[in-house]
Structure formats: C-alpha cells, structure tokens
C-alpha cells in the first residue's frame, strides 16, 4: 500500500503541468514503476549521435542529482560522452563526475586519459572542470598525475583555471601529506600571482597545507592588502584572518605603552589581606619604580606602515553586505588597531544586528567579548541592544550580557527601567537572566546597590516560583557584601522556606541563615527545626545546607539546637548519598569533641565561622577573547580542531624589509642594447613565472625584433589578466617603476601611434624630426616601398599586408633617427599638408595653447592620406564644436566656501599636457576668497597617496585678496587608478583636508589611430580584454554629433576616422548605421584604449570597450553608457 501510494506520488509530482519529467531513481518508487525503463531512456539518449539529445539527457540527469536523487547507475554511460565534442554536454558531464567520481573511483580511472586531454582543452573551464574531476579521484595511485596536472594549472593563461589548481592543492594534500614541499612550491607561484580571482582561494590553500610557512607571504604582503578590495567575499575572510596572524607576528603592539601604564596603575590589594602583605607591598612599589625607568626609556611607538597599510585597506570592508567579512574586519581590528581606532568597528558589528538571528548570535558573542575590554565604543549604540519580544531566547540572554557590560553610573537607571519590563516576560529562561544581569549590576555599581536589593526583594513575593528563586540567588550573593546592615531581608526570606520548593534557592537561603546566624538568632533554630522534619525528602544539594546549618548553629547556638544537631546527622549518616554519609561522619568528628578526635576539632569554629569574601559576578565571557574574535573555538570557548592560536606581539618588531620587492635586474638597464645583452634566453611562458607574472612577457615582446604590435594575441591577453592589480594603484613602488621602465621601452616602438605629451623643447626637436621624414617621404620611389615591404614582412611574422608599407616607414624614421643629428626645421609646406595638420589636431582634441603636431603626420602612408581626404570631405560633423574646450570642462568641488571658511576651491581636468612630467594628469585649480579678509600663503601640505602615485605641488599662492580669484595647475600621477589623491590645503590660519579622485576617462589621452591600425589592435585585446554592452540611446543622442560629443566629454579620447578609401571617397553617402570608433591611451602606463560605438535600427546601440586594464575598461563602459543613455 504504501509502496504504491508513494509510487502515485512521484508520478503526479513529476507529470504534474510545467515541470519537465525526470529520470527517477529506481528505490524512489514502487517496485514495478517505470523508472527503469526511465533510466534506460536515459542511456539510450547519451548514446546516441545527437548531441540535442545528450544534452537534454544530461540536463535531466544533473536536475536529478539536484533533487537529491541517487543517479550512480548511470556513471558508465556518462563517463563515455566526457569525450564529447559539444561544450555545453561537456560541461555538464563534468558536473557529473565531480559529483560521482570519488563513489565510482575504478570507472573514473578508465577514463583518467580523457581527464588528461581535458586539462588541454582550449575552452577554460573545461580545463578547470577537468582538474576538478581529476581531484576528486581519491586514490592515490594517481597522485602523480594530479601534481603534474596542478603545477601545469598553476601556469595556465585563465586565472579560473589557476583558481581551480589552488582549489585541487588541499586535496591533494589531504590524500598524501608526503607532497608537501611540491605543493608549497605551487603554492608559493600562485601567491605570486596577480589577479583578484586567484588570490583568495590560494591563501586558502596556505592556510590548509603550510599555515607555519609565513617567510612565502612577505613579498605578497603589500600585494594582498593592496587586491584585497576586488577580492570575492569568502576570499576576503580568508586573507583577513590569514593577515590578522601575520601581522601579530611582525609588527609591534600598538597598545603597547598604554598595556604597561595600566598595569603599572593596577595596585589593587589582594581581597585575602594580612599584616604580613605589607613588606611585600614595599617590594612591589620598587619594581613598579624600576618599570617606570624602563618605560621613560623605552621609544616612542611608531606604527609600521605595512602595519598601517593593513588597517587602511581593510576599513572599507566594514561597508560589505557580507556579514562574514564585517566580522573578519572588526576581529582584525580588535587584535591589531591601536586603541583609538578600534571604534569604528562599532557601527559596522551594530548594523549586522538588524540581520539573521543566526547572524545577530555570532555578532553578539564578539560584542560581548569587546565590550569587556572596550565598554567605550559600544556605548553610543546602547540603544541598538534593548531587546524585542521577538527575539528567540538565546538572542535576548546575549543582549542581556552587552547592556549588563555597558552599565556605568550614567546609564544604569535607564538600563534597569530596561530589566524592569524584562522582568515580566513570559519567556522563564529570559526572566532568570535578567534577575541575575540586575544582580550583576549591583555588585559592579555601588551606587545602585540598594535599590536593586528592594526590587529584587519585591519579586519574592511574586506569583512565579522559578522567579523567585532566581531572585533568591541572586539576594544570597548581594547579602554577603554588607549583611548587618539587611537582617530584615534575610528574616523575610526564612520564611520563604514554607513556600519555595526549587533547590537551588532552598540551599541558598539555608546558607544564609547559616552564615548570618548571629543576625537572625530566634529565627535560625525554628528553620532547622523545620528542615529536620522535611529532610528525608530534600534534594541533595539542599541536604548538604541542612547539615551546615546544623554544624554552625551547633558552634554558635549549642543549648537549642544540641539535639536537632545529632538527630541530622543521624539521619544523614544513612542517607544513599555518599556525599551526604561523608559530610555528616567529618562535621560529626569536627564539632562533637571526643577522645578521639584529633586537634581540628579545637578549630571548628573559625573553619566553619571564618568571614568568606563576596562572590564577584562576572561575565561568561571575561576570559574568552584569548580566542580569536570571529572563530568557531570562541563561540564554543573551546578550542575547536583546526583553530590556529593567535600569536602573541613580538617584543621586538622583525625586521621590515623582508617585505620589499626586488626590481628585476634588466629593468635598471638604460639602453636597450644593455637590455639585449642581459636578456636570458627562456620561453614565452617559463615555468617558474607562469602567466601571473606580466614582465617576462612583456620583455620578450619588446625585445622581439619585429615592431609588430600584433606579437603574439596571447601575450597582450597574459598582461591584461595579469596586471589586475595595477589598477587599484597598488604594487610596492618599486614594481611602478619597473612598469613605468617596461612603458618607456614599449613606447620608442609605438611612436607612431602615441601622441606622447612632452614639453616645449621636445617638441621643437620632435618637429624637426617630421619636418625631415615629411620631405624624404615625398622623394620616394615605389621601388623602395617594395623593398621595405620585403624588410618588414621579413622581421614582422604576424604584421598584416595592409599595414607593411607604413610599418617599414617606422623603421626607417627610426634607423634615420639614430644616424643623423635633426636638420633645421623647413618653412615651406605643401597646402594640402597643411589641411590635414589641421584635421589631425582637431581629431587629437587637445586644447593646448600652442598648436601640437601628432607624430602620426610625420610618416603618412598612402591609405591614410585618403582616410583623411574622405574625413575631410564626408565627416563634416567633426567640426570644432564637438571637440570639448576647456569652458565646457566639468568642474569639481573641493572646497565649500562654508567648509574653507570663506575659500572655495574648484578644480577641473584641463586636459592640458603637464609640461613638467607627461605622467602626470594636469588638474586646474581656481581658488575664490569669499571672505572680508585676506588669505595668505595658500599652498599644500601632508600628502596621503596611493602606492605609486604622486603628485606635483602648485606653486604657493602668497596673497589671494579679499572678493579675488586666482587659479593654479598642479599634477597627479594617479597611477592608472581611480583612489583619490588626499592632501591638506593650508593658509596661513588654516588646513583643510580635501581629496581629489579622478573620473576613468579622464586618466587616458587621446591617440590618434587609422582604422586598419585600430582593428588590428582591437583583435589584439579580445577575451577577457573586451567588455560589450548593449544600450538604447537617449533621443538627444541619436545623430553622429551628439554621440562624438557624448563620448569625448565622458572620456578624453580621439575620433578615429573612417575606413578605406572606397568605404569613405565623396561620391558614396555615410552609412544609415554608422560605426564610431575611439582610441587612446591611459596617462601612466600608456595602456591601449579602444571604444566602439556600433549604432542600430530605432536607437539602439552596442557599446565594446578593448583595454589591456580590465579594471578601466569596466569603470569606463559604466561612464560612457551613463553618458549615452541619460
């Protein structure tokens, strides 16, 4: 019956409308089902030819294993489409065998030589799914194919595959510890590398394999905190946490001078004091007067920058929506900021509480540990802790324990209006908290004492006997502190006796009247009277307090009680607990002196009479934070497998430059023949580098004898991926200046397509240069084109026949350059030379003051004089209008003139060329002095960069009257990246800090390009260099105007004129959709831009942005498509 009922259910809910039928599993049903034949659909549908049938079976399959069904009985016939040409069936049969290669190992091993094959494949992530397959083979025959596989992983081109290698190195460990030292090997390389997607997952692998091994992470130190940012969010919790005990181990402690004040302040008695301890107290004041010399001697604390570097750029990591990171942040804080700094994890750790409850737990625990030891930075959000009526149980007790910590003298009152309306809960666990948190109050302030007493006392008489025992309990603790003055509370609780039956608070108040006896002394007798009555029936615990009363009244009231005393302990002398027997024989011999009772018996009345010390109160959670904030050990408070113990500050700070980064040795060449006679024979791609390192690529290419920019698409594509990280500004300085080295190299090569900025006398030099090459290239016959072709082609494999002719035309400027000195600059100019200067410099929209030739005129080759004759004739709209003069430059804000007491400072990109550095983007400063009084040496002060960026300082302004304006220029090299420039603008009465951050498009120049070069670079930076969106233009922006207009005010880059001379000869109209292209190049690294603008029917549009800096690229489409569509 019920076979068959669940039977009829599979089927309705898989035939049920809508939802596609899946394979079954043959248990899932009733025994005569047609699951088998399902199944057997299943095979024949992955043998057959069609791969729409594969597919679709493998779709099935997948959404079985996802519904948690059992689908291993098809391993054979999907191990066999792993082979399989079509990617998307490829995909998901690895998705099968990750799932089920470790259950059906000896089938999987069969197939071990295509998993092989899959680590070749062209498509990335067949190659990561095939590592993943190959990992999850758990035997250990083939761990040395698996370590073949992830060291070749550890070099592929795809950060996704690399990332999947150091996913596989855990694994691997696990199965054979022995690989250790190669792994570390793998491991040290891709920590090495550059990209935001790898850095993550290989931390983690340190973590698992080699936690100890901390010498591998201080050459990645800098590049880690500097990534961390871009990192996904579980990747950031792994480097946070990895960083934490890092930075415990190198730098000092920051707290370290206020740790030795406060212990030298700490002179606390001991709470068991005697006239002896006064010698010893003397002692102790001489050791604090010596580590008082030590301290006057010790140095002043200064923060490390590394040390700072980390604190810096974790902070902006509070802001995640991702609750674990918030947290790794704050613990890192806690165990690493200085004390002052510490605060602003507050904020953060209070929003999390408005999220899950499993989130508000973990949150809470690590409040309450903080707020031990920094009660301060939790204050101002007392509020964010009051708890709702919804809240589960647990939440309410650790938001109890935070308001209990945060109580002091100016808050209590409103803390215990708080307890007070807790107090009426029905939640019994809740209300027995909150009792004790009052209790806790008490004993902590002084002041309140009293009155915590009365309200406690009051819920004695309440309704709820579990409350009031609690109340109990807690009175018992507060008595001891000053009982003579409460021996009415103590005579009302005897008489509670009668009522309450919960043990703990029947021993409690035994204890008391015991203790106390001399306050209450007509009370106690009656209460041990009435206990011997009841004792066969009590608790244990409660029977213990009944024999001490009766052992203390005995010493101190022997006439009334002598017989009750005896028959007690009679009683108990047979009691079935053990404990209880052993009490009542040792109190027996200790008060009741006989011949044979030794010497204690003298002392009974001080061991039993002996004044005890108060019970402190304190918080569960006093001694947890020896634990790292955030683990599992300190939720459990107990050391969990796998915890790493936070180390402990180091007495002396390790010595720094273990950090620094070597700059390779061929980068401090001056020349490039030095460079060739240094340069060590290797392949593209060398083992040790890998693609994580973009400079060995880069060296080959520059050094390659051809100027082919084409050099080979995967190069350009390595040093895309690879140089993530210079995006964000980060890398130590001296990796800059081996970037900006590499640059400068690149640059003599691609002259001819960089307007590069230079100053006024380079440029003079410049022109000369083109004056010459203008005149030779006019005397040239065809023959010597021809024989140039040959040159060119001869030494450029991948140069493309089209661009030969002014390719070799390059080569000779530059063999021309070398040989003879420049000639002096010729006056006479052809007039149809003359026209297209001018349409070069409208193209090149630079608003410069003097009129800037681009080198690109200097060696024209035939097809682009046409390209230009056709801009000139067809491309009317390239009028001056749409170039952007300086007037209609955005400006920015820097300094309110509320903010600047009077000084408002505005500031634009001029998109001038710095003179004194062309790494450098020009910025135009205007200062207005809105006040009555005059300002006075205006100028800049405490500079806050970026690594590698900087800054060049505008002229000191001396005197800027009253009601007058005055501009200046200064220069930034931002380093090809956003993070902004922060520095103090000081007058003579004043500072102010400001902050300049640079849109993206303003951080390129423009460069002036032919289509066919265009195209050529373009196919260059495909993949993972190209970033396509499609758009629907704003109706102001449907004609060519508007969107040339649109798209050198988002970003400073050049028009590329349109195509071959058919495409563009006056007799033929512009095309109905016509194709805008743009190029440029950014300021620092003179990185290749390409945009495209592609229009389309009824206002659409696609926008492709091709940037060696995928980070650019991305900022830039949001910026361009922002501008197209508002």
């Not at 740790?259 to 006064?278: N, V």
């Not at 895309?720 to 690149?746: L, Q």
């Not at 220029?969 to 951050?997: E, P, W, Y």
Request: hydrophobic share 35%; with cysteine; net charge negative.
């Amino acid at each position: 019956m019920s076979a068959s009922s669940a039977f009829n259910d599979e089927k309705g809910g898989s035939s049920s409308v809508g939802e596609p039928e899946y394979g079954h599993d043959p248990a899932s049903g009733g025994i005569f089902s047609s699951d088998y034949k399902r199944h057997d659909d299943l095979k024949e549908m992955l043998d057959s030819n069609k791969d729409s049938l594969k597919l679709e079976a493998m779709k099935r399959i997948v959404a079985m294993i996802a519904r948690g069904k059992n689908a291993s009985d098809l391993f054979p016939a999907v191990v066999k489409n792993v082979a399989c040409k079509n990617i998307e069936v490829k995909k998901l049969v690895y998705v099968y065998l990750v799932r089920y290669a470790e259950e059906q190992q000896d089938l999987a091993l069969l197939s071990i030589s295509t998993f092989q094959r899959g680590l070749k494949d062209p498509n990335q992530l067949i190659r990561a799914s095939a590592l993943r397959v190959l990992s999850s083979i758990r035997v250990t025959i083939i761990v040395p194919i698996m370590m073949l596989a992830i060291k070749e992983a550890a070099s592929d081109m795809s950060p996704y595959v690399r990332k999947t290698a150091a996913h596989a190195i855990p694994k691997l460990y696990s199965l054979d510890p022995e690989q250790k030292d190669q792994l570390i090997e793998v491991i040290e390389k891709l920590l090495a590398d550059k990209t935001t997607l790898v850095a993550g997952s290989v931390v983690m692998a340190f973590e698992e394999v080699c936690p100890e091994r901390i010498d591998l992470i201080h050459k990645n130190y800098r590049k880690l905190c500097n990534l961390l940012i871009d990192v996904e969010e579980w990747g950031q919790v792994v480097i946070i946490n990895m960083l934490t005990r890092y930075a415990r181990t190198q730098f000092l402690n920051p707290n370290i001078n206020e740790s030795l004040l406060e212990e030298g302040g700490g002179g606390d008695k001991t709470f068991y004091g005697s006239d002896e301890d006064e010698d010893e107290d003397e002692e102790e004041e001489k050791e604090k007067k010596v580590e008082a010399a030590a301290m006057a001697k010790r140095k002043p604390y200064v923060m490390d920058p590394d040390h700072r570097l980390l604190l810096r750029n974790t902070k902006p990591l509070l802001q995640s929506r991702n609750a674990a990171v918030v947290m790794a942040v704050a613990q890192l804080y806690f165990h690493l900021a200085p004390k002052a700094e510490v605060g602003v994890i507050a904020k953060a750790l209070v929003r999390l509480l408005r999220s899950h409850s499993e989130v508000q737990y973990v949150v809470l625990q690590n409040v309450a540990t903080m707020t031990i030891k920094r009660r301060g930075m939790f204050e101002p959000y007392l509020k964010s802790f009051y708890i709702r009526s919804t809240d589960p149980t647990q939440i309410k007790i650790l938001k109890l324990e935070v308001l209990t910590n945060l109580a002091n003298e100016t808050n209590i009152s409103t803390i215990l209006r708080e307890f007070q309306t807790y107090i009426k809960s029905m939640d019994k666990d809740f209300v027995a908290a909150t009792i004790q948190a009052i209790g806790r109050c008490a004993t902590n302030i002084g002041e309140v004492r009293d009155t915590c007493l009365n309200g406690l006392v009051q819920l004695l008489s309440n309704r709820d006997e579990l409350v009031v025992a609690e109340s109990v309990v807690v009175i018992k603790k507060l008595l001891q502190m000053q009982p003579e003055k409460h021996s009415d509370i103590i005579k009302h609780m005897a008489k509670l006796t009668d009522n309450i039956q919960v043990p703990m608070a029947r021993a409690s108040i035994l204890w008391l009247i015991g203790e106390y006896c001399e306050h209450v002394p007509k009370i106690a007798p009656d209460v041990l009277r009435k206990m011997a009555k009841s004792f066969t029936n009590e608790e244990d615990i409660v029977k213990l307090q009944i024999i001490n009363l009766a052992a203390k009244l005995y010493l101190t009231n022997s006439k009334q009680t002598k017989l009750l005393t005896q028959y007690v302990l009679n009683l108990a002398k047979y009691d079935q607990n053990y404990d209880i027997r052993d009490r009542a024989r040792f109190i027996r011999q200790l008060i009741v002196p006989t011949e044979k009772s030794g010497a204690l018996s003298k002392y009974a009345k001080k061991l039993f009479l002996a004044l005890k010390p108060a019970p402190v109160l304190e918080s569960p959670f006093k001694d947890r934070d020896h634990f790292q904030l955030g683990s599992l050990s300190h939720l459990l408070n107990a050391k969990a497998g796998g915890y790493q113990e936070l180390p402990d500050w180091p007495e002396a700070a390790p010595d720094p430059s273990v950090r620094n980064v070597e700059v390779p040795e061929w980068t401090k060449c001056s020349s490039r023949e030095k460079r060739k006679e240094k340069k060590v024979e290797k392949p593209f791609y060398s083992d040790s580098e890998g693609e994580s390192g973009p400079t060995e690529s880069a060296d080959s290419e520059s050094d390659s004898a051809s100027v082919s920019e084409s050099g080979s698409g995967s190069g350009s594509e390595v040093s895309g991926t690879a140089s993530e990280s210079e995006e964000s500004g980060e890398g130590s300085e001296s990796e800059d200046e081996e970037e900006k080295e590499r640059e400068k190299k690149k640059k003599k090569k691609r002259e001819f397509k960089k307007p590069v900025q230079e100053s006024a006398s380079e440029q003079s030099s410049e022109e000369d240069d083109r004056e010459q090459e203008r005149k030779r290239k006019q005397r040239k016959s065809d023959s010597e084109s021809d024989s140039d072709d040959e040159e060119s082609a001869s030494e450029s494999s991948q140069s493309e026949s089209e661009d030969s002719e002014s390719e070799a035309e390059v080569k000779k400027k530059k063999k021309a350059a070398e040989s003879k000195p420049p000639p002096k600059p010729v006056k006479k100019e052809n007039k149809k030379e003359k026209k297209e200067m001018s349409l070069l410099d409208l193209d090149d929209f630079e608003p410069a003051p003097s009129p800037q030739v681009t080198p690109v005129n200097a060696f024209l080759s035939n097809s682009l004089v046409t390209d230009l004759e056709g801009l000139s004739l067809s491309d009317s709209v390239l009028s001056p209008a749409t170039i952007a003069p300086s007037s209609t430059l955005k400006s920015f804000e820097l300094l309110h003139r509320i903010t600047g007491e009077g000084l408002s400072v505005e500031y634009c990109f001029s998109r001038q060329p710095f003179s004194p550095d062309a790494n450098m983007v020009a910025v135009q400063m205007q200062f207005t002095n809105n006040s009555t009084s005059d300002t006075k040496t205006l100028h800049m002060e405490d500079v806050k960069l970026q690594s590698g960026m900087r800054v060049k300082e505008f002229p000191e302004i001396e005197l800027l009257p009253a009601g007058e304006t005055a501009s200046a220029v200064m220069g930034i090299d931002f380093c090809d990246s956003t993070q902004a420039a922060n520095f103090q603008l000081c007058t003579h009465a004043r500072k102010f800090f400001v902050s300049i951050q640079p849109p993206v498009g303003e951080l390129m120049r423009p460069v002036f390009l032919t289509e066919n070069e265009f195209k050529k670079e373009q196919g260059q930076l495909m993949g993972m260099n190209e970033i396509t969106e499609k758009l629907t233009l704003d109706v102001k922006c449907r004609n060519e105007h508007a969107i040339v207009q649109r798209v050198t005010a988002a970003a400073h880059l050049s028009r590329v004129p349109c195509g071959s001379d058919k495409e563009c000869s006056p007799p033929v109209p512009p095309p109905d959709h016509p194709v805008h292209r743009f190029a440029g190049r950014t300021v620092t690294s003179s990185s290749l831009v390409l945009v495209t603008v592609a229009t389309k029917e009824e206002g659409a549009a696609q926008l492709m942005v091709n940037c060696e800096k995928m980070v650019i690229g991305t900022m830039l489409v949001k910026d361009i498509l922002l501008a197209l569509t508002q």
